[in-house]
């Protein structure tokens, strides 16, 4: 009985992903995790976690401190092409994990910031922009793992790369 009433309040509750039906899609709403200062989490144990925050069409400000953040994107890409571009909008971000996973399994990671290399960058600009793959019409999360002092708002969108470009020239 306690089974059958959690997995009723998981589906009710349950975030609806973001469709990404167009090169260009602000990502509006997600889930965040503030890790405790005496712990480090491993992204197993933050994809396990009932402790996520649910935003929707609001921004959280994360404040100037050492705190490390997660954010966790719901998204489904219905478009006709899995490669895209993850646009963070805030360049001053130190240092990034993202990780891109699929029915449990962990399909992509990847680092960034501030203070990764220029020429490791998918795109070489002072943006933070990853390279991800999204499988097509399925439900994904993309965790970040956010280490910075200069953490303020955080702002994201998922684009083509004409989109990009045009963004950030």
Same mark, same amino acid.
């Given at each position: 009985?306690?089974?059958? $009433?959690? +997995? &009723?309040?998981?589906?009710?509750?349950?975030?609806?992903?973001?469709?990404?039906?167009?090169?260009?899609?602000? $990502?509006?709403?997600?889930? =965040?995790?503030?890790?405790?200062?005496?712990?480090?989490?491993?992204?197993?144990?933050?994809?396990?976690? +009932?402790?996520?925050?649910?935003?929707?069409?609001?921004?959280?400000?994360?404040?100037?401190?050492?705190?490390?953040?997660?954010?966790?994107? +719901?998204?489904?890409?219905?478009?006709?092409?899995? *490669?895209? =571009?993850?646009?963070?909008?805030?360049?001053?971000?130190?240092?990034?994990?993202?990780?891109?996973? =699929?029915?449990? *399994?962990?399909?992509?990671?990847?680092? %960034? %910031? !501030?203070?990764? +290399?220029?020429?490791?960058?998918?795109? !070489?600009?002072?943006?933070?922009?990853?390279?991800?793959? &999204?499988?097509?019409?399925?439900?994904?999360?993309? =965790? &970040?793992?956010?280490?910075?002092?200069?953490?303020?708002?955080?702002?994201?969108?998922?684009?083509?790369?004409?989109? $990009?470009?045009?963004?950030?020239?």
């Amino acid at each position: 009985m306690v089974i059958f $009433i959690y +997995s &009723l309040f998981s589906i009710l509750f349950s975030v609806n992903p973001i469709l990404i039906q167009s090169d260009g899609q602000w $990502i509006d709403k997600y889930s =965040y995790l503030v890790e405790p200062r005496d712990q480090t989490f491993t992204i197993n144990q933050v994809m396990v976690s +009932s402790d996520f925050v649910f935003l929707d069409g609001e921004n959280k400000n994360f404040g100037i401190n050492n705190d490390v953040v997660w954010l966790k994107y +719901s998204v489904k890409n219905q478009t006709n092409s899995p *490669e895209k =571009y993850l646009l963070i909008n805030n360049p001053s971000l130190d240092n990034i994990e993202l990780y891109i996973v =699929y029915k449990g *399994e962990i399909l992509q990671t990847q680092t %960034g %910031g !501030r203070l990764a +290399s220029f020429k490791d960058r998918p795109i !070489r600009t002072k943006s933070i922009i990853f390279s991800i793959n &999204l499988p097509l019409d399925e439900d994904v999360d993309v =965790y &970040l793992k956010i280490s910075s002092v200069n953490k303020t708002i955080i702002t994201s969108s998922i684009n083509s790369l004409e989109v $990009i470009d045009s963004l950030i020239n």
